[in-house]
Structures are given as structure tokens and as C-alpha cells.
């Protein structure tokens, strides 16, 4: 009898903690109540595997939704895609539906983007950070898919003059001289981030040390926290993070230790105030906004469209107080001498 | 104990699961009702829905036979996960290795391959447990880790890596040879990507009950399951029907990776499964470690995952509850367990053993 009783209470347990990566939260999805009468125009966003609480990416993604639901007046649904299994049924329900545009975030979905936006030629299809991809890898651009591209080694850049500056001039709890990064998985949406940190701490501060590493693993905190615990006992004491889920836990081991962190794509300030510095932003919400805003008015264009510093598709967040006014000057002109072409940030990691 | 054993436990704990469900549901401020008309649609409302129902379900018919094996052995494979993984890179790495080989030649390679391997990742388990008495639990949860972090090295910077840029570090793609191919006609679901994996798996369900209750050796696994020492004064050695069922689990567990590439994804890349090893322990317990049971609860289970992802897009209510849902069956079942356990403490264990043959 203990056997018959321990077996299921040990499953219960043994679920919970093998497979709890869900991190519950529930949205709003306001299509359904403000949807006026006649042929609106729809939009139905997926996201990756990320899901929407991932105070980055996918957040930013469904906050350019829920901006472009208000302003515009379209209808908009969002999905969350739990496995990447999901992602070719996910579109194909928004297509099936026949809605007007529908949204891929991010570059993991570029071969489910190509298969489904070939098997519906007439819906429109924006995929964030990518282009369609055929089942070889092959990208192929389609007549009616835009690929929104971002200038991630830009934003990379800008905040890497921060890091170089207070890193060569040991400002506050930064001593050692030493810089590291985190990315998810080697892709070149988040390497070309890293490139453009490398690029400005390189140049600015060349005796810095430079660390970079990834946690596989866009979604699991723990991964990312136990990469930031290693960069850390390795002299690490400005971690940056490109890695969506994955990276929240790399701003909590700075957190733990007290050492600064800076975030990516969203502001991240508020994830814990007084560690991250700034953060690179990537302007997901902009470029989810637009190609809404493009469809809804006709003017939607397949292909690539890239969003940079020149058009502010990326920038820099907000400053934490520790950081000096000189290294917020430096920054400043970066981003000028950036707009202006004097400076074009690496795409190719330096320090792997 | 007839009771216990038929479908009417499980039914209740999945109903009991569906209104405490709902309780989460109302306190979200939704409303309950059409979150599942929304569930129960996205998962059956339309031919092609119910085809993705299905294929979300074979791997977890698979993974839940593997892990009803080994139960019903008395021992609790959680490591269905890593020797899906394994199945799966032996059945990428040979499918795209003998990528020219014609179809009648690759097929049974391919599938041999997710078998073995799943097999023999299986019984390290079971031979330690066998051999030294290792408690399986733990070897598998460690073995699934092993295989997570090999599987990245093998798919990113190892001898796996396809020179491509798919998105996520993969596999190359395997040979059009390997493929299973979708059995519906176009014609019939647009779209469907309902494939022949599915022949598989009822195969993989009638050589499990065949196994367990038309052979020696599976009259032996139950016997050593329901009482090891029993089963020793009977003259079955349990240590080595302990390594072998874990074998067996593991080629269960294994062939469920190799239909996911075969079948689903032509190749294997990080992220490949999303838990079906876990979602297994699930579908075994409310399937009653039954041939019908685990049929019945994989397809569930496949309903509530491709299901969940419409319900959010219809309704509006976040797809994490049908992980709500699904943990809630989990403790239902535990706590009649608990139940049943008091009840049959106060007996004295005088109860009738279930008839094992």
C-alpha cells in the first residue's frame, strides 16, 4: 500500500519540479469587446516561446499591439506559443480565419513563418527579426511577408560606451575591470547585440577584460542566473544580458551579489532598480505598431525594413544615477556620431 | 478493487480538475463557460483542429507508455524526456546521414535507430538499479540533464551542427526517405499535418498490452511490480527485469523522439520537446497504466495543448491555464490515492490483490 501512495504523491512533486518553466499570467485581449461592427481590420499576433511575460521581446511585441488596437481602432488577438511545435499551428489559425496581418515575434519562427505565409497568399505576414526561411535555412523573401529587422549592434554599442566608461574609470561598485555578457543561444539577433558591446568596449577601454556566455535557454531564470553566478566569481561586475526570460535570472545574480547588470530590448530599469544600469533598447513595439499601422492603411510593403538608431527603432534606456554624467556624454555622442554614420558597431563577436 | 481500476476514477478527477479549473478562471475575472467552449473548439472545432489535436497527442501516447511500463514494474521512469531525446538525435543524425538512402531502406534504419537508442539509454538506468540498486528516480532525472546538455553541444557547435541558418542551433534536415508522410489528402483537411507517426503509435499501444498481458515476460514485470520479493520466491529474478523494463521504456520513450522528427520537424534542434517525458507521468497515472487509459489521456492532454492556444486567441484567457488544469488532474488523482491509502490502512491490508494474470 505505501507504494501505491508514495508513487502518485512523488509524481505530483516530481511534475511540478521537472516541468514548472510556466509562468502564469493572465492578459488582456481586448479585440473582442471593442470590435466595431463592420470589417475592421484584424491583426493576430503569436509570440515565441518567450511568452508575453517576458519583460522584453514578446512584452514589447504585444505592447505595439495593444497601442496600435487603441489608436487605430483595428482588432487585435494575441497568442502565446508554448512549445516551438506550436508555432506553424498557431499561425495557421489567424490565417485560416482569414485575419489581415498576422505577426511572427522573432526569428525562431522564420521557417514556420515561410511555410504558413506560402500556404496563404493573401493573408499578410511581419515577422520581427527575420525573414522567411524555407525548410533548408534558405531565407526567401514572399510577396506578402515583411521582415523587420532591427540594428541590435547599435543599441549593443551604446550601451557597451556606458559599461567602458564605468569599467575604466571603476566607477561605484564596478572594481574590477572586468565586463561580461550573456546570450541566449548564438543567433544573430542577440550576437549582433553582443558584437556591438564588444565593438564600444574595445575601443573605448581596451584593457577591459571581456566574458561572454549563453544559457541556452530563452525562457528558464535559473539557467540564466547560474551563467551570471560563473561571469561573477570570475571578476565579473557589469553583466549584460540578451536572452528574454533567460536573462531576468542573469539580472538577478548581479542582484544577489551586488554587481550592476543593464537590460535589453524593453527598458528593464524597474526589474531591479539601482542594478540595471540602462538597457539596450530594441524597439519591438515600433515595429509592430508600424506594420499595423502599414497594413491598415495600405501601405503595407513585403521584404525588408530595418529599424535603427536613425529612425529610433533602438536607443538607450534609461540611466541609473550611479552612472556619471561623462559616461552619459560619451554615450550621447555615440549615438549622434551613430545617426551620422561615424561610427557603424560590429555585427561579428569579438570575445566568444 | 474493480472500481478503482475502471474509467470512472479518472473521468472524476479530470471533471473535479475542470471546476477547480474554472474557480482560477472566474478569479481572473473571465468567465469559466467560455473559456472551455473556447478550449473544447480550438482543440475539436474543425477537421485540421482536431488532426493537430492528434498530433500533439502521439508523443504523449508514447512517453505514457513508457512510463506505465516501467510502473507497472514497480519502478518510476521520469527519464521518458531524455530517452525521447535520444531517440530523437539517433533518428536525426541517421536520417540525415543515409539522407540518399531510398524510403524501404532508410525508414526501418531510422526507426530502428530512435528504438535502440532510446533503449539503451533506458537501462543504464535499469542497470544500476538492477546491478547496484540505485535508486531509478534519481538516475533518470540526472540522465535526462546529461542528454539536455549533449544535445546543445551536439546541435551548436558539435558534429550535429547543420551549416544553416534556421533560426535555432539544429540538425541538418533528414532525408525525404525518413519522412513520414502526412496520411490525410489535402483534399480532405487542408493543411493537415496528421502523419503516418500515428500507425506507429497504435502499434507501440497493442505491443504494450500484448507484452504485458500475453507473455511470460510480461506476467513476470507485473509480478515483480506488485511485489518484488513475492515475485523472487516465485523463481523471477526482479533486478533483471528491472534493467530489461527500463529498456523497454526507453524504446518506447525513444521511438516517440524519432516520430517527432520523422514526423513533425524533419530534424531535431534545441527546444526539440517541450515535456512530453513529463506530461508522460501525467497521462500514465490518469490513464491507470492501461492500454485505453493512456490512449484516452494523451488525447486529452493533446486537446488541452493544442486546444489552449486558441482558447487564448478566441477567448482571450491566458493558454497557461490548461497547465493549471493539468497539474490540478495531477493532484486529484494524488489526493484519491490518499484517500484510498487511509481507507484500505484501516483494513488491515486485507484487500484482494488485483488478479495478475
Given at each position: 500500500m505505501k507504494r501505491l501512495l508514495a508513487v502518485p504523491i512523488l509524481a505530483a512533486l516530481t511534475v511540478s519540479a521537472c516541468g514548472g518553466t510556466g509562468s502564469g499570467g493572465a492578459q488582456a485581449t481586448g479585440g473582442a469587446g471593442t470590435?466595431?461592427?463592420?470589417?475592421a481590420v484584424r491583426i493576430g499576433l503569436v509570440t515565441d516561446v518567450?511568452?508575453?511575460?517576458?519583460?522584453s521581446f514578446n512584452t514589447l511585441a504585444n505592447l505595439g499591439r495593444q497601442d496600435a488596437e487603441k489608436d487605430l481602432k483595428v482588432e487585435t488577438k494575441v497568442t502565446e506559443s508554448k512549445q516551438q511545435a506550436d508555432y506553424v499551428p498557431n499561425l495557421t489559425s489567424y490565417a485560416q480565419q482569414g485575419y489581415d496581418l498576422v505577426i511572427s515575434v522573432g526569428f525562431l519562427m522564420a521557417n514556420s513563418t515561410w511555410k504558413v505565409a506560402k500556404q496563404f497568399p493573401n493573408v499578410k505576414f511581419a515577422i520581427v527579426d527575420g525573414a522567411p526561411a524555407d525548410d533548408a535555412g534558405k531565407t526567401e523573401n514572399l510577396p506578402n511577408v515583411a521582415n523587420l529587422f532591427f540594428a541590435q549592434q547599435e543599441a549593443g554599442y551604446l550601451v557597451g560606451v556606458i559599461a567602458a566608461e564605468m569599467a575604466k574609470a571603476k566607477v561605484g561598485k564596478a572594481t574590477n575591470n572586468t565586463v561580461c555578457s550573456m546570450g541566449g543561444i548564438p543567433i544573430p539577433p542577440v550576437d549582433t547585440f553582443i558584437a556591438g558591446y564588444q565593438h564600444a568596449l574595445q575601443t573605448i577601454s581596451p584593457t577591459t577584460k571581456i566574458l561572454n556566455g549563453y544559457s541556452?535557454?530563452?525562457?528558464?531564470q535559473q539557467k540564466g542566473k547560474e551563467v551570471g553566478l560563473r561571469h561573477i566569481d570570475q571578476g565579473c561586475d557589469i553583466l549584460f544580458q540578451v536572452a528574454g526570460g533567460s536573462g531576468l535570472g542573469y539580472i538577478q545574480a548581479a542582484k544577489e551579489k551586488g554587481k550592476y547588470a543593464i537590460g535589453v530590448d524593453?527598458?528593464?530599469?524597474?526589474?531591479?532598480p539601482g542594478v540595471v544600469i540602462t538597457s539596450a533598447l530594441k524597439r519591438v513595439n515600433k515595429a509592430v505598431y508600424d506594420s499595423i499601422k502599414s497594413v491598415k492603411e495600405n501601405t503595407f510593403k513585403s521584404g525588408d525594413t530595418f529599424f535603427n538608431a536613425a529612425n529610433e527603432g533602438i536607443g538607450l534606456g534609461k540611466l541609473d544615477p550611479v552612472v556619471p554624467a561623462s559616461a552619459k556624454a560619451a554615450a550621447d555622442k555615440a549615438l549622434a556620431d551613430i545617426k551620422s554614420g561615424a561610427i557603424k558597431p560590429k555585427t561579428d563577436i569579438a570575445v566568444k | 478493487m474493480q472500481w478503482a481500476t475502471g474509467p470512472a476514477v479518472p473521468v472524476i478527477s479530470v471533471i473535479v480538475a475542470l471546476l477547480l479549473g474554472a474557480v482560477f478562471v472566474a478569479a481572473t475575472g473571465n468567465d469559466p463557460i467560455a473559456a472551455y467552449a473556447a478550449l473544447a473548439r480550438g482543440a475539436f472545432g474543425t477537421p485540421y483542429d482536431i488532426t493537430e489535436t492528434l498530433v500533439s497527442a502521439i508523443p504523449l501516447v508514447l512517453t505514457g507508455l513508457s512510463v506505465a511500463v516501467a510502473f507497472r514494474t514497480g519502478l518510476f521512469n521520469i527519464g521518458a524526456e531524455g530517452q525521447l531525446l535520444v531517440g530523437a538525435l539517433a533518428a536525426g543524425a541517421v536520417g540525415a546521414r543515409f539522407a540518399e538512402l531510398p524510403g524501404p531502406l532508410l525508414m526501418p534504419l531510422v526507426i530502428l535507430a530512435g528504438i535502440l537508442a532510446g533503449a539503451g539509454y533506458g537501462a543504464i538506468a535499469g542497470v544500476l538499479k538492477a546491478a547496484r540498486g540505485v535508486n531509478e528516480v534519481i538516475t533518470t532525472i540526472m540522465l535526462n540533464y546529461i542528454v539536455v546538455f549533449v544535445m546543445h553541444w551536439l546541435l551548436q557547435?558539435?558534429?550535429?551542427?547543420?551549416?544553416?541558418?534556421?533560426?535555432?542551433?539544429a540538425s541538418a534536415r533528414i532525408g525525404d526517405g525518413a519522412i513520414l508522410p502526412v496520411i490525410l489528402p489535402n483534399e480532405l483537411v487542408p493543411l493537415s499535418r496528421l502523419h503516418a507517426g500515428i500507425l506507429l503509435a497504435a502499434l507501440a499501444v497493442a505491443v504494450f498490452w500484448f507484452l504485458l498481458w500475453r507473455t511470460s515476460l510480461g506476467y513476470e514485470l507485473r509480478a515483480v511490480g506488485l511485489g518484488a520479493r513475492a515475485a523472487a520466491q516465485a523463481g523471477i529474478d526482479p533486478a533483471r527485469r528491472m534493467a530489461l523494463v527500463m529498456a523497454i521504456a526507453g524504446a518506447f520513450a525513444g521511438l516517440a523522439g524519432m516520430i517527432q522528427v520523422?514526423?513533425?520537424?524533419?530534424r531535431v534542434f534545441d527546444g526539440f520537446s517541450s515535456g512530453y517525458g513529463f506530461d508522460a507521468i501525467a497521462v500514465a497515472l490518469l490513464g491507470k497504466n492501461s492500454p485505453l487509459g493512456i490512449v484516452a489521456a494523451a488525447l486529452l492532454f493533446g486537446a488541452f495543448a493544442h486546444g489552449g492556444a486558441i482558447m487564448q486567441s478566441n477567448a482571450g484567457i491566458s493558454s497557461h491555464l490548461v497547465s493549471i488544469i493539468q497539474a490540478l488532474v495531477l493532484f486529484v488523482i494524488a489526493a484519491e490515492a490518499i484517500v484510498r491509502g487511509i481507507a484500505g490502512r484501516s483494513r488491515r491490508g486485507r484487500k484482494p490483490v488485483e488478479a495478475i494474470a
Open positions: 470590435a466595431p461592427a463592420a470589417k518567450g511568452g508575453l511575460n517576458d519583460k541556452n535557454d530563452f525562457v528558464d524593453a527598458d528593464q530599469a524597474d526589474v531591479a | 557547435s558539435g558534429p550535429m551542427t547543420a551549416p544553416s541558418a534556421l533560426g535555432t542551433p520523422s514526423g513533425v520537424f524533419q
